[in-house]
Antibody, heavy 125, light 110 residues
Framework: QVQLQESGPGLVKPSQTLSLTCTIS??????????WNWVRQRPGKGLEWIGH???????FYSPSLNSRVTISMDSSKNQFFLKLISVDAADTAMYYC?????????????????WGQGTAVTVSS | QSALTQPASVSGSPGQSVTISCTGT?????????VSWYQQHPGRVPKLIIY???KRPSGVSDRFSGSKSGNTASLTISGLQPDDEADYFC??????????FGGGTKLTVL
């Protein structure tokens, strides 16, 4: 049974960098058959896709966040990471990591079938 | 602003059926069979209930069904139950972004 767990600081100061880790258990990232996503949800708002990593390192990002976000992975630790620079109050949200199923060879993700519990991040001085 | 439009809210009585629409403006829904739907109860983690337009993950009730026509995808919930009351989000591939969510629809079971 695949499980995901987010970790990272719950409070980040404006203009600084938000860094989160997603630790995977019950599956190996090294197989290359899945997408590994970051999704966020601002308080009272809808889901917002941030980006994903797959095929041992290919990445796609949301156009609205592309200039500030980096997703990376460490297969040896079965972890992937989110880095969001120059944060402000609008980045305050619940951040989820999620496993995607699909066709990585053609870059098509069919859906996100396993989600972490989420980690709340507040941007405030 | 999402490029996928969902109604803000829908409602139905127990036992009835409701349909939630998801309309795209960039042809992604019409061109690709990559529509997925998520159910999220308040304070809970989103749950995948439909993927590839019509497929249900193991363990998801067959009361949930998906379809699409042109640029609009739909989620139909039949035999409404109180526990169906939740937010529902559509998601698809778009030429502008490989993953995009709709704004979400709040389902109220009357």
């Amino acid at each position: 049974q695949v499980q995901l767990q987010e970790s990272g600081p719950g409070l980040v100061k404006p203009s600084q960098t938000l860094s989160l880790t997603c630790t995977i258990s019950g599956a190996s990232m090294g197989g290359g058959g899945s997408f590994w996503n970051w999704v966020r949800q601002r308080p009272g708002k809808g889901l917002e896709w941030i980006g994903h990593i797959f095929n041992r390192g290919n990445t796609f990002y949301s156009p609205s966040l592309n200039s500030r976000v980096t997703i990376s992975m460490d297969s040896s630790k079965n972890q992937f990471f989110l880095k969001l620079i120059s944060v402000d109050a609008a980045d305050t949200a619940m951040y989820y990591c999620a496993k995607g199923i699909g066709d990585p060879h053609n870059y098509y993700q069919f859906g996100m079938d396993v989600w972490g519990q989420g980690t709340a991040v507040t941007v405030s001085s | 602003q999402s490029a996928l439009t969902q109604p803000a809210s829908v409602s139905g009585s127990p036992g009835q059926s409701v349909t939630i629409s998801c309309t795209g403006t960039n042809g992604g829904i019409a061109t690709f069979n990559l529509v997925s739907w998520y159910q999220q109860h308040p304070g809970r983690v989103p749950k995948l209930i439909i993927y590839e337009v019509i497929k249900r993950p193991s363990g998801v009730s067959d009361r949930f069904s998906g379809s699409k026509s042109g640029n609009t995808a739909s989620l139909t919930i039949s035999g409404l139950q109180p526990d169906d009351e939740a937010d529902y989000f559509c998601c698809t591939y778009a030429l502008s972004s490989p993953v995009i969510f709709g704004g979400g629809t709040k389902l109220t079971v009357l």
